[in-house]
């Protein structure tokens, strides 16, 4: 993240934190996916993992789980929660994320439309993981959003400073990022109402 990005991040990481997420049944759902594609071996980076909610609920599954967030003030939240004594929560924005890696998950949930540079962070991450290793993402496409949130309601928010600067994707350029970062999608989908949060699951290919 940025300066601004990551100051952003530490104003709001209270208001952040007391938001009740919007959908508890489509986000239990994800998690439960997401559970599944590890093993109890497993080595798990996640980029962006804000209060660490996601974290917790999924260091359980695994080895040892390293969260990572570039915003202080949220890690100092995050630290603060009850958690599993195999998860570690570190200040480290995407692109400086990945001491200890090779990993054999990186998960990057609600965080690549935020990051500067998305192909470079995808190709971070690939070079991060294990051969075989796969990426859990999901990913905001608001170009396929409609033009009055699109070029009205967004602009107005950001203008506000109520929400983040963002990439304005769609959905099928994300998916060719994906792919073009070296990895084969193995699952796409959108959990609950929102249709423009792509849950994506894609494998490291051999090189």
């Not at 239990?28 to 109890?40: E, G, K, N, Q, Y």
């Amino acid at each position: 993240m940025t300066d601004r990005s990551t100051q952003f991040w530490d104003r709001v990481a209270e208001r952040y934190a007391a938001r009740p997420i919007k959908d508890v049944a489509a986000y239990d759902a994800m998690l439960a996916d997401a559970a599944t594609r590890l093993s109890p071996t497993d080595r798990v980076l996640e980029i962006g993992c804000g209060t660490g909610g996601t974290a917790i609920r999924l260091a359980p599954h695994v080895a040892h789980y390293r969260a990572t967030d570039g915003s202080a003030e949220m890690i100092r939240i995050a630290k603060a929660k009850p958690a599993p004594a195999n998860l570690d929560f570190v200040v480290a924005d995407a692109g400086q994320a990945f001491d200890g890696a090779p990993f054999d998950a990186i998960c990057a949930l609600l965080v690549l439309h935020l990051v500067p540079d998305m192909a470079a962070t995808l190709r971070a991450i690939h070079q991060h993981l294990v051969p075989g290793g796969l990426l859990i993402s999901k990913t905001y496409c608001f170009r396929d959003m409609n033009f009055v949130m699109r070029r009205l309601a967004i602009p107005a928010l950001q203008l506000a400073g109520l929400i983040p600067r963002f990439a304005v994707l769609r959905a099928e350029q994300l998916r060719h990022a994906i792919a073009a970062a070296g990895f084969a999608i193995e699952d796409g989908r959108t959990f609950g109402t929102n249709r423009h949060a792509h849950y994506i699951v894609a494998r490291k290919l051999a090189q």
